[in-house]
Each structure stands twice: as C-alpha cells, then as structure tokens.
C-alpha cells in the first residue's frame, strides 16, 4: 500500500512540471516586414566623359651636339636643371674661332684694296682704247684682273662668315623651356671631333602632350565636336589623383592603326611645375558634352545578378519588384542610365540584402528623429512585442 502512495505522488509532482521542458526550441521566423530607406528615381543632366589610358611625350627632343673641336670650356645648366629660351648650356673655348675670324676679317681689308685698286685702272684706261694709246688687248687683262679682285673679295666675305658660324658654335643654348639630360662630356675636354660630338640630350617640358588611342569606331563623334570648337581633356598622373591638369586636343592621326583598330590623338597641356615627365603614363579624361534628362539613381541602390543589374523598385502595396537596369555613366556616387525604373518610383537604397521578390517593406527613408530625452511626464512606448501586464481585480462586494 505504501508502494503505491509514493508512485502517485511522483505522478503528481510529474504533473507540476512546465510541459515546454520537452519540446524543441521554436523555430526563428523571418520578419515579414523589412525596415529599409528609399530614394525616387529622378532626372538630371549629367556631363559625358571617356577617360583613356595615354602616355606624355615632348613636342621637342633635341640632341646636343658639339658642331665645332675644341676645349669644352664650361657648362653652364647642371644636368637635370630646367633651362628657359635662350639660357647657354655649354661654352667651347672661342679663343682659336676669333682668331681664324680676325684673320679672315684681314684678308677681307684685303681683297676689297686689290678690287678698289683694279677698278680705277680700269676707269683710269677705258678712254685711252678709243686714242689707240693703250691696246684692246692690255685694257682686257685690266678688266680681268678687276673682276677677279670682285671675286677675291667674295671669297673673303665667305670665310668672314664662317669664321662667325664657327664662333657662335662655342656657344650652345637651349631653344625652348625643356630639361637637360646627363652630360656625356665635362669641362676640359675635347669635343667636336667624330668620336666626342654628343654633349647631352634636352626635352621640352611645357607644354607636353599626352597620347590616347580612342576606338576608331569613336572617331566620328570626336570629329563632329572637334569640328564645333576646342575638345577638352583631363590629364592626371598615373598612381596620383591629386596631380592632373587640364588641356586641349589638338591632333589626331591620319591613319587608323590596322592591328589595335584605334586612331592616337593628342592633348596639349601646360606643365608649370613640371611635374609631368616624358615616357610616364597617365589617365586621360575627355569630356563629350552632357546629356540632359537622364534617368539616375544612387549606386548603393544596385545588386547584381550574374552578368545583369538591378534594384528593388517599391510598389503601391509597399512590395518589392526587381527592375533591371543599363548603365550610361557614374557620376560621382550616382549612375546614369539608359533604362530602369520611371521617374518618381521609389527604390531601395539601404536594405536591399534582405529582400526578395514580394517582401513588404517599412519605408524609415522619411521617419522623424528619435528625441535625445524624453520628459518624465510622457509615458515610455511600449514596445509591440512587450506582453501588457493583466489589469488587477476589481474589489468585490460582500
């Protein structure tokens, strides 16, 4: 008997237990309505810009070279050193050059007193071959004799003039604001002769030019607005953002190339600082005009799929739809393009990881600032899922 009171009562302290005890944890269930923010498709009227990858080159690269032998006397601009327009470079020792050009310069006095001299014998003698007083014959050697003097003094003249060429020789100076190479002779030396001609090399520096090779199949669009005024380009230093300047397309080849199919055109641009360099690459940016009405929408709004794009346009019933989407153009952190949504739909901006076709949305785009305090007078909001507490018993009547 005993036995069986103490079986009861286990089944009723059994009894007391929670029955959750032996369930499985609840399964977690997915909101059915997401919180996201929203932006409306709208219209603007976006700048149009290709941007390539070039190269800087020189207008101008010159080979400086020693045109006469002699002792390098001096070389004025450092290598590497900027040179401006008509800054001497290097100086060849003149000393022999102003000797041969004053020697020349003498025998010049020279041949001018031989010619003057002929000239009045012959003037002198011309009224005595009427008189028979000097013969035809002897009259003929004086004339001869005053024209080859003409021609001594020629000849002198000439090598006046190349003992001058030769001396401005030793003077050698930049032609164009460009930069000097490394110097393959120094002071001392002898240079000029066969072996010993190069000095060092220079370089336009500003203006450059930078060289892009656009499609040919481009070229009809860059004809046609070349064809309206001057065609504006960016040029910015490859690896640095912060270096770029701006400048003018000023020539295009005359022949497409048969085995990239590209036709190289060319940016003249300032270098004040001259930063730029010949041989370095660049990014070149060209800017195409605008296009006006254009449909946008922020490029945070976009996901993929496969190789498509879409966003998540919001229907009347706060459903999502997916939309696809071409792409003109990004600008800055929006994207242009060619087709999508309507303007005034709403998309999706933040949240667009959560959605699926259908999800219903809670639009917090436009919702108003939570307070930083709350007065102690206004009751705190409780939340939806808080279990309000059960109403007390009303007093009952004896």
Request: aromatic residues 6%; hydrophobic residues 40%.
């Amino acid at each position: 008997m005993t036995s069986i009171r103490i079986s009861i009562a286990l089944l009723l302290i059994a009894s007391t237990l929670p029955l959750s005890c032996g369930k499985p944890p609840a399964a977690l269930v997915r909101p059915s309505v997401v919180p996201v923010t929203t932006a409306v498709v709208r219209t603007e009227t976006i700048p149009l810009k290709q941007s390539y990858p070039g190269i800087v080159a020189s207008p101008r690269s010159i080979e400086i070279d020693a045109r006469v032998e002699g002792f390098l006397l001096k070389q004025e601009v450092a290598d590497g050193s900027a040179t401006k327009p008509g800054q001497v470079i290097y100086r060849i020792d003149p000393k022999p050059f102003e000797a041969t050009l004053a020697s020349s310069e003498g025998s010049l006095v020279q041949a001018i007193a031989q010619r003057d001299y002929a000239k009045k014998e012959m003037d002198r003698n011309a009224p005595l071959v009427a008189s028979s007083a000097i013969s035809q014959q002897d009259f003929d050697k004086l004339v001869a004799n005053f024209e080859v003097s003409e021609g001594q003094v020629l000849t002198a003249q000439a090598n006046v003039l190349t003992a001058k060429i030769n001396l401005s020789y030793c003077t050698m100076s930049s032609p164009f604001v460009g930069l000097l190479g490394a110097s393959n002779f120094f002071e001392g030396a002898v240079v000029g002769n066969p072996n010993t001609t190069n000095l060092n090399s220079l370089v336009q520096i500003d203006p450059l030019w930078a060289q892009f090779s656009p499609s040919a199949t481009e070229w009809p669009k860059y004809a046609a607005l070349m064809a309206k005024g001057t065609l504006q380009a960016t040029v910015t230093f490859d690896g640095a953002d912060s270096i770029s300047t701006t400048g003018k397309i000023v020539f295009a080849d005359n022949q497409v190339s048969t085995s990239t199919s590209t036709l190289m055109l060319r940016v003249e641009f300032n270098n004040p600082n001259l930063i730029f360099r010949p041989g370095v690459y660049a990014a070149v940016e060209v800017a195409l005009g605008e296009q006006p009405n254009t449909l946008v929408v922020p490029e945070q709004a976009v996901f993929a799929r496969e190789a498509d794009l879409f966003v998540w346009r919001v229907k009347a019933d706060d459903t999502v739809e997916s939309v696809q989407i071409k792409v003109l153009k990004k600008v800055g952190n929006m994207l242009g393009l060619i087709s999508g949504p309507q303007v005034g739909d709403r998309i999706v901006v933040e949240g667009i990881q959560r959605l699926k076709l259908g999800t219903k949305i809670n639009d917090t785009t436009a919702s108003p600032a939570t307070p930083a305090t709350t007065p102690a007078a206004t009751p705190a909001t409780t939340p939806a899922t808080t279990i309000a507490p059960a109403p007390a018993s009303a007093p009952q009547k004896k």
